[in-house]
Nanobody, 118 residues
Framework: QVQLVESGGGSVQAGGSLNVSCAYAGRTFNRADMGWFRQAPGKEREFVASIAWLERSARYADSVKGRFRISRDTAKNTLFLQMDSLKPEDTAVYYC???????????WGQGIRVTVSS
């Protein structure tokens, strides 16, 4: 059974920090690169960061580079995103999934809301 459960998030003022986590389960995630994606109000879902299965190398969107850090615990099937120096434009619902992700019609979790106020 495929599961994606995001947690954490919340509200913070600009310049603050938040962490989000994702517990994932299912064969589709075995040895898979994983990523974080976000969807702001009125916008399409966009890539935030990804981390490879084997070498653990990470990639980041230019908009978050130097401020966000992705990590994973493969033993616990958990993905993390540490977000520092948050900006109002980081406000969105954050989702985890395989990277590259499935189509919008594919399986997605419920996401977790992050709100950054100015």
């Amino acid at each position: 059974q495929v599961q994606l459960v995001e947690s954490g998030g919340g509200s913070v003022q600009a310049g603050g920090s938040l962490n989000v986590s994702c517990a994932y389960a299912g064969r589709t995630f075995n040895r898979a690169d994983m990523g974080w994606f976000r969807q702001a109000p009125g916008k399409e879902r966009e890539f935030v960061a990804s981390i490879a299965w084997l070498e653990r190398s990470a990639r980041y969107a230019d908009s978050v580079k130097g401020r966000f850090r992705i990590s994973r615990d493969t033993a616990k099937n958990t993905l993390f995103l540490q977000m520092d120096s948050l900006k109002p434009e980081d406000t969105a619902v954050y989702y985890c999934n395989r990277s590259p992700p499935p189509t919008p019609d594919g399986f997605w979790g419920q996401g977790i809301r992050v709100t950054v106020s100015s």
